[in-house]
């Protein structure tokens, strides 16, 4: 019994902490990955609140595709800003053989 | 366009002010948040709990576990709704999105192939048994549905597939049929027996059944067609 009730207060700090790193981890990569870690252990949470049909709905959905879905994105803004970066790059090359010409 | 909306959302995401509409939607978020806990601690014990009704009830569901009894039978039309909102999902995604696109590269190794090959079958046989079970045990069209998904998403990632058909024809049907399914039980049951989605309780395992697979392929099709993106089209010539 004593060690049930230490799993689910483990369980509870170990959603907290994950939870609020992810929110305020400045790396998106980082809080991608926590949010993954934060649904597997939601559905956790579920088997113990006797709801194994929702722990096996946010196992599923909310875990494993919603983080198919934030990687995709996250590719998809990486790629963007590596795009804009070059492009800030290739601006201030110019503006600096324009100097150097004049 | 979309290149300009991620720039605007890096720019975003390095923006950490406390504006005033961001201490707006703090404030609002926070008495959201205050609001359902005093919801939640003063909550009645002695509410009229339905949970015995819907026990007694079982037998007649046509389904032993009462969850899907609920989710199919007792609340059947909530269900209905859910299975169009995700069907209106990928409507959406398909009239924004410009062109599907699987944006991350994945190691082109004859490992992760071969393992995709064996990992899907077996999956599609899991995502069946989780329907079937739905009806005894924890499962059905959702849980299946996801697992099917999972495989439409690892195939379109490892595999760098992307549905190019001119005309997506089952695709479409693929994604529409749970909403067919479930519609057609409906109206068809409005006539039969005057209610919508009133089971017979002898034939009600069948229609649960028939409208669970529908659902699920919907559902699996929809949730790999939302992480792939964009209307499928064929490509077009260079």
């Known amino acids: 019994m004593m060690v049930v009730v230490w799993f689910d207060v483990t369980l509870v700090i170990i959603l907290l902490v994950c939870g609020w790193l992810a929110l305020t981890t400045p790396n998106l990569l980082r809080a991608v990955m926590l949010f993954i870690a934060f649904g597997l252990l939601v559905a956790l949470a579920w088997v113990r609140l006797q709801a194994p049909d929702v722990a096996l709905a946010e196992a599923a959905v909310g875990s494993g595709l919603t983080g198919a879905l ?23 090359q110019s503006t600096k053989e324009e100097y150097d010409a004049g | 366009m979309q290149d300009r909306d991620f720039n605007r959302a890096l720019q975003a995401d390095d923006d950490t002010r406390l504006t005033q509409s961001r201490l707006l939607v703090l404030a609002l978020a926070t008495a959201l ?69 699987i944006w991350f590269k994945t190691p082109d190794t004859p490992v992760l192939a071969t393992f995709v090959r064996l990992l899907l079958p077996l999956m599609m046989v899991v995502a069946g048994y989780m329907l079937w079970l739905g009806a005894d045990e924890p499962g059905g069209a959702f849980q299946g549905g996801a697992v099917l998904g999972g495989v439409g ?8 597939w ?8 089952w695709l479409r049907l693929l994604l529409g049929a749970g909403v067919a399914a ?21 034939q009600a395992k069948t229609v649960i059944l028939v409208i669970e697979s529908a659902a699920m392929f919907s559902i699996g099709a929809t949730l790999a067609m939302l992480f792939i993106g964009g209307y499928p089209r064929r490509e077009e010539a260079k």
Do not use: H
Request: charged residues 15%; glycine residues 6%; proline residues 8%.
């Open chain 2, 33 to 101: 948040v205050a609001g359902l806990a005093a919801a939640a601690i003063t909550f009645p014990d002695d509410f009229g709990r339905l949970a015995p009704l819907a026990l007694d009830s079982l037998p007649r569901s046509g389904v032993l576990n009462p969850v899907t009894a609920v989710l199919l039978n007792y609340r059947g039309y909530d269900t209905l709704l859910e299975v169009v909102v995700l069907l209106l999902a990928i409507v959406g995604v398909w009239a924004i999105a410009p062109t599907p696109r």
């Open chain 1, 70 to 92: 934030l990687l995709s994105t996250l590719s998809a803004m990486q790629r963007a800003s590596q795009k804009r970066r070059s492009r800030m790059e290739a601006m201030q």
């Open chain 2, 153 to 160: 998403v690892l195939w379109a990632a490892a595999v760098v």
């Open chain 2, 182 to 202: 479930f519609v057609i039980a409906a109206v068809g049951l409005l006539f039969l027996r005057g209610n919508l989605l009133q089971y017979p309780p002898e």
């Open chain 2, 162 to 169: 992307l549905p190019r058909a001119g005309r997506p024809f």
